[in-house]
């Protein structure tokens, strides 16, 4: 917050105030709750099979693992595992495969699982699932069980994934290469009465990617924000376009640390660089906002943006000899600055102070002319 009082000499003393909202920067953590789990080969006796994953329903191979939309299902993920028999190269058998993917824990307590976090390695960590084969006759079953690894840094890992469907004899481990995609950067907001202006600035890790563009929040009260319909442009020149929060029916909410907040963001086509739609439609944003300027225990992120208590400002002039008396909240970063004439274009700025439980008093120049401004900012 900026607070500017006013003095001016030529026989009074006027005063006069008013505030502003200025930008402050925040932490914002974007990754996508799909999986990219790219094909694998596996040679047998001379044969090569090939494992590859979609949810796109014709078959198009797209590498996702995506949400599960089954609310009935055990498990939160699902895909179409693809699985090429060579002696039927042009026809891949569908495999629907309810899965989850492996949680290897939140080892920074930040709300998000070391998995998505590309500075954080993923060893050994397991999940599984069951696939279903429908020839249109009976519906045969098997399991798929994973191992995850992951270097710290590489947004690249390796997932050994073993697929069994007993009915066809099948017991074949494939090893996959798997991508997560997490993105992070700067949130850069004004907030302005109950409205949020913010700019986003992302960067894809251990990957080349950006994100950048819009977002206007709106505050419903210092726990739970709103958000319009945006578009981000992506590296490629593509852009994605999120959903609102009334398209979504889910707002952005403040977390338990007090300072972060967390909610999702939905979008038809989060891979708009590719001729298919529909996929990796769901992202998990994380804020995190260090900035609290009336140290009331909420972020200004989504604080009421009260402005600073106005400071009191005393002119004290003797013998040719001018002082300015400031007291004001402790902390405030003062800066005094002077002008000949009204509005403040040709300004001489003194040296910047901060308030402290003392009343302070800066030094002025004696007026050349009949008339003299002061101004001091308050932040």
Known sequence: MKLLCSLALAGVVSLGGGFAVHA?????????????????????????????????????????????EDQSS?????????????????????????????????????????????????????????????DGADVYTGTVDMTWDRDAGSAIGTCTLRLRIPDFGIDMTFKHAFEVLDYRGTL??????TNIHCTVNLQRQGQEGSLKGPW???????????????SWTKESGSAIQWYSSIDM??????????????????????????????????YEVHIFDPNDSDGDKIPDFSDDSQPPKPPTLTL?????????????EVGRRVYVEQSMSLPFNNVTTL??????????????DWPTQATSFWRARIE
Not at 259 to 267: E, M, P, Q, R
Not at 351 to 364: H, K, R
């Open 24 to 68: 402050a920067d925040a932490k914002m953590i974007l990754h996508c709750s799909s999986v990219m789990l790219h094909p694998a080969k596996l040679k047998v006796l001379g044969q090569t099979y090939t494992l590859s994953a979609t949810t796109l329903m014709d078959g198009t191979i797209n590498d996702e693992i995506g949400i599960n």
């Open 74 to 134: 055990a498990h939160y993920r699902s895909t179409y595992l693809m699985f090429t028999d060579p002696v039927f190269p042009d026809e891949p058998v569908p495999l629907y495969c309810d899965m989850d993917i492996a949680d290897p824990g939140d080892s920074n307590w930040n709300g998000i699982s070391d998995f998505f976090e590309v500075d954080h390695a993923v060893t050994g960590a397991k999940s599984g699932g069951e696939v279903y084969f429908d």
């Open 188 to 193: 850069s907001y004004v907030v302005s009465g």
């Open 216 to 230: 206007e929040l709106h505050r419903i009260d210092t726990d739970e924000l709103s958000f319009d319909a945006s």
């Open 249 to 282: 029916e889910y707002n952005l909410y403040r977390g338990g640390t007090g300072t972060n907040y967390f909610g999702v963001l939905a979008t038809e086509d989060g891979m708009p660089e590719t001729p298919a739609t529909e996929e990796y439609q769901i």
């Open 316 to 328: 004290l002039a003797a013998d040719k000899k001018l002082k300015l008396r400031i007291q004001g």
């Open 351 to 364: 040296p910047a102070f901060t308030l402290t439980n003392a009343t302070q008093e800066v030094d002025l």
